[in-house]
């Protein structure tokens, strides 16, 4: 019999995998109905939809390993590397999705999320004072005019599947939509910092490495909080609060 592992669980979601079959419950519908539409217009490989009902989502598993995960070592030789930024790339040339995702949030709105959550961070004794000033410095530039382009919202190295140098698939589109390139690619090479130069070798085009430093930055002062209140530990080694860290 097969047994049942769960991948993630919170209480927004969870993700189970039954033999070659993944299962992910959501209590918001409309990630799910996201999640099956972006998938359907990606020009990436993605998981096979084998069903859905209310809340869950049934997909086939994808061949291949993924190049690590936040936190841990990362594998995979610099062509599989650069595999994966010209699969993103070609993400982003294809035609806009019809609404907004998560990279795709304006900047006035990300600015004020920042600026209170910088503010709870301090107040709450969760991260220092200078650690929190220095990185929200740095995020300063994330904060520009960008070009809409279609974006996976989510896309963490755990997120991508490779067999050798060939890309499997991409799964976990629930915040697919419109949105700025460059948060894909933070994303991306978040905690695997060594590794960019080979995923904007992939990528093929020139990328503005302070706004790829300003997304780390930005994108772990906004996650610590929720992390912990979930039950991760940001503070692991090579994990959001030493991604802040090694700003300073």
Not at 160 to 188: C, H, K, N, P, R
Request: glycine share 8%.
């Amino acid at each position: 019999m097969d047994e049942v592992k769960v991948v993630v669980a919170h209480s927004e979601r969870a993700t189970l995998r039954v033999g070659d079959m993944f299962l992910k419950v959501d209590a918001d519908q409309a990630r799910i109905d996201i999640e099956v539409e972006a998938m359907s217009l990606a020009p990436v490989p993605t998981p096979e939809v084998l069903w859905r009902k209310p809340h869950v989502l049934a997909t086939a598993a994808l061949p291949g390993t993924t190049l690590g995960r936040l936190g841990g070592p990362s594998t995979g030789s610099p062509a599989a590397w650069a595999a994966a930024g010209a699969a993103i790339r070609k993400l982003h040339d294809a035609p806009l999705p019809p609404r907004p995702g998560r990279a795709g949030r304006s900047i006035v709105a990300l600015a004020a999320e920042l600026d209170d959550e910088c503010e709870l961070l301090v107040t709450n004794g969760v991260l220092p004072a200078d650690l929190v000033t220095r990185n929200r410095q740095v995020a300063e530039a994330a904060l520009r005019p960008w070009t809409p382009t279609f974006t996976h919202g989510d896309l963490q190295i755990a997120h991508v599947f490779l067999d050798g140098d060939e890309v499997t698939g991409i799964i976990d589109w629930s915040e697919a939509g419109q949105g700025d390139a460059l948060y894909d690619l933070a994303t991306f090479t978040l905690g695997h910092e060594e590794h960019l130069d080979d995923v904007i070798a992939g990528y093929d085009t020139d990328i503005d490495l302070d706004v790829i430093h300003a997304w780390w930055s930005l994108r772990s002062l906004l996650i610590v909080r929720p992390l912990i209140e979930q039950g991760f530990d940001p503070f692991a080694p090579g994990c959001e609060v030493d991604v802040l860290r090694s700003r300073m």
